[in-house]
């Protein structure tokens, strides 16, 4: 019945954390997706998703946005259709960014970060941020396109140490040690 499997077709980006401590400032943190185009895969993205926008053709979206940690289940929510994503994209990224007011902060400081990546309810990966403590915003999954319809998933943790707008534009690129 492997004839039958159509691939990797919308999936689900969740995230959480636990509110600030009391007197402590809001921590919010946000769900980042990245296009980037067949042509320069790992280049500038072509556009960038978050907490305000959506993709030009709504393939991309925040389903729930949190400024603050302090909803029920998982704060933050961005659906992907990849299913219906042009052609001439061929790769996507997934990321997470915490917002840098007032002042710098990192994961080490964000209470209990974790994140959920899902399509339909068969879990993909979930994880934390554990690795990436120093962080002020880290790359969580990459979507590839492999055919005309079909995408593999490669999951991983990358940390970054950039304000959010330095991080969407140098999200994707190719990672040297």
Same mark, same amino acid.
């Given at each position: 019945?492997?004839?039958?499997?159509?691939?990797?077709?919308?999936?689900?980006?969740?995230?959480?954390?636990?509110?600030?401590?009391?007197?402590?400032?809001?921590?919010?943190?946000?769900?980042?997706?990245?296009?980037?185009?067949?042509?320069?895969?790992?280049?500038?993205?072509?556009?960038?998703?978050?907490?305000?926008?959506?993709? !030009?053709?709504?393939? %991309?979206?925040?389903?729930?946005?949190?400024? @603050?940690?302090?909803? &029920? =289940?998982?704060?933050?929510?961005? /659906?992907?259709?990849?299913?219906?994503?042009?052609?001439?994209?061929?790769?996507?990224?997934?990321?997470?960014?915490?917002?840098?007011?007032?002042?710098?902060?990192?994961?080490?400081?964000?209470?209990? !970060?974790?994140?959920? %990546?899902?399509?339909?309810?068969?879990?993909? @990966?979930?994880?934390? &941020? =554990?690795?990436?403590?120093?962080? /002020?915003?880290?790359?969580?999954?990459?979507?590839?396109?492999?055919?005309?319809?079909?995408?593999?998933?490669?999951?991983?943790?990358?940390?970054?140490?950039?304000?959010?707008?330095?991080?969407?534009?140098?999200?994707?690129?190719?990672?040297?040690?």
């Amino acid at each position: 019945m492997s004839g039958l499997n159509k691939g990797i077709r919308k999936i689900e980006m969740a995230l959480k954390w636990d509110p600030s401590a009391a007197g402590q400032p809001p921590t919010d943190l946000d769900v980042v997706a990245a296009t980037y185009l067949a042509d320069d895969p790992h280049g500038d993205p072509a556009y960038v998703v978050h907490f305000d926008s959506r993709s !030009p053709d709504g393939t %991309i979206y925040l389903n729930r946005d949190s400024k @603050d940690g302090k909803g &029920f =289940g998982w704060d933050e929510v961005m /659906t992907l259709e990849l299913d219906r994503l042009d052609a001439r994209y061929a790769r996507v990224v997934l990321g997470v960014v915490i917002q840098q007011n007032p002042g710098h902060r990192t994961f080490v400081g964000v209470l209990n !970060p974790a994140f959920r %990546i899902r399509e339909g309810y068969t879990v993909l @990966d979930e994880g934390d &941020f =554990g690795g990436v403590l120093g962080a /002020t915003a880290a790359t969580v999954a990459e979507f590839v396109r492999e055919t005309s319809d079909g995408w593999s998933f490669h999951p991983g943790v990358r940390g970054f140490e950039d304000d959010p707008v330095t991080f969407t534009r140098v999200m994707g690129r190719v990672h040297r040690s």
